[in-house]
């Protein structure tokens, strides 16, 4: 079975671990790894604003300086006590396995990669909503 992984650039607990840990049973057919825009960021923080509010958007921002300052730590260390288990029960990918960097998944680029990467399933672990197109290539489908 072909697997296809796509996920956020930085989020090393699903790029390193979880590929390798699809390797172990399937042929990583590719990676999809999306590196957000600036703009995208600040686009995301106005349309939050617009949907909730200020009161409740500077809610979520206190909870967010909270857990910086406090719980961030913890959860890092967990992280990398995990990547390291992950590394050493589970071997790297082949250099040949393909990465392809783009802003969206949503992409024509993305979609011709994902295509041409020929799939049988995927795993989308992004904070984008996909568009058929793309969650449609893989034969078995995109969880």
């Not at 604003?49 to 967990?78: H, M, N, P, S, T």
Request: glycine share 4%; aromatic share 12%; hydrophobic share 45%.
């Amino acid at each position: 079975m072909k697997t296809l992984l796509i996920c956020h650039e930085g989020a090393l607990l699903v790029q390193e671990g979880l590929s390798r840990w699809l390797g172990s049973f399937s042929e990583v057919a590719g990676i999809v790894v999306i590196r957000e825009k600036s703009r995208a960021f600040k686009n995301r923080v106005k349309r939050e604003i617009k949907r909730v509010g200020w009161l409740r958007f500077i809610d979520v921002a206190a909870f967010r300086l909270y857990y910086r300052f406090f719980l961030f730590a913890k959860d890092e260390q967990w992280e990398r006590e995990t990547l390291r288990a992950l590394y050493d029960k589970y071997p790297l990918l082949p250099v040949s396995t393909p990465v392809f960097f783009t802003h969206s998944p949503n992409t024509k680029a993305t979609e011709e990669f994902i295509t041409a990467a020929a799939p049988d399933m995927a795993i989308a672990c992004c904070k984008v909503i996909l568009k058929e197109q793309i969650f449609s290539i893989p034969v078995l489908g995109t969880l």
